[in-house]
């Protein structure tokens, strides 16, 4: 991956990215989606790159798909299609372009290329990573499988397509539950995420088994930390991601994928939110709902946070940045990932 000079350099040689008063006002239509949370003078310096790259998007026929938790000037300024890792990976089976920007980490690019592998797909930055991917390999599928014999592998999709052909169908955070109920065994194996299969088990009567792995933004959190916000700030509604550890989740009042979360928030309209997960998710539902004051944390991903909209640009323009999986890997990876989108479907999920 060119570094930050090489890709300045580039850009620099072929667009004008200067900052600009006059592109800022001929796009006022996108800067009112995220005005309550982007300040004029950034705005006034992301236009152009906004200008630039949805100019070469209709040149390439390339669209993006932009994961929840980017920040505003990629999720509301560039954007195709948003959404959590289940709608992202639905989509891109569904759309018609030569390319796909995978706005979001390496595992939902992957995702996209096992499920479209005639499509070019570009990621932004190849070490845009997630600790959950990065704590399991196929060996520990077959550890696991060792340990509990006839046991079905049920494996989150934040992880690499190695992981996924190990295992027998994948799940997200928003079908979890009823993908693990859906299986015949009694004892189901959910990898890599251990609070995941905690909260899942918590609510299904399989006998679930994990592999210890956690996601560095919401480990974080401790029920203390949500008893604390609710003394500090009465009347506030918490609404956690099922990434946090199970007593977390008992102390909040709803927990649900980052789809899951955004619809409670928009159905509910609580006077005071706060989101137990990253923090660009209330930025980006801020201005749809003016009436909802969304009071901290800020966990950011430092993976997710690795995109930005010159690297968005830079891949378009240079084709860099591409996506490939091992063809033999992706037959057996697609399988697991179409297991698991064929049964939502199905769910109605
Ligand atoms: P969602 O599927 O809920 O969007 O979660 C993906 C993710 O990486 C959360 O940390
Ligand atoms: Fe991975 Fe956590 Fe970042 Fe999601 S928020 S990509 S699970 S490290």
Known sequence: MAD?????????????????????EDMADIYAKMDRVVTPPDWVMYAPYVKAINDLKAKRNAVILGHNYMTPE??????????DSLQIAMKAQDVDADVIVQAGVHFMAETTKILCPEKTVLMPDMEAGCSLAESITADGI???????PGAPVVTYVNTTADVKAASDICCTSSNAVQIV??????????????YLAQNVANQSKKNVVYWPGSCIVHEQYTAQD????????????????????????????????????IKYVTDEKPEKAMLIT??????????????????????????????????????????EGQVEVDPAVADKARASVQKMIDLSKQLGL
């Open 142 to 148: 077959d550890e696991m499988r060792a340990k509990y």
């Open 74 to 83: 990629i999720f509301h300024g560039v954007s195709d299609f948003v959404g």
């Open 4 to 24: 930050l000079q090489t890709i300045r350099d580039t850009l620099s040689a072929h667009y004008d990215l200067a900052p600009s008063p006059q592109l800022a």
């Open 181 to 194: 109920d859906a299986m015949e065994s009694d004892t189901v194996i959910m990898t890599p995420d251990q």
């Open 226 to 261: 949500l008893r604390d916000f609710r003394e500090w700030n009465p009347g506030t509604r918490l609404i956690a991601h099922p990434e946090c550890p199970p007593d977390v989740v008992a102390e909040a009042d709803f927990s649900g994928s980052t789809s899951g979360i």
């Open 278 to 319: 990253e923090c660009s998710m209330a930025s980006n539902i801020a201005d749809e709902l003016p009436e909802v004051d969304f009071v901290g944390p800020c966990n950011m991903c430092p993976y997710m946070k690795k995109i930005s909209l010159e690297k968005i640009l830079y891949v378009l323009h240079t084709m």
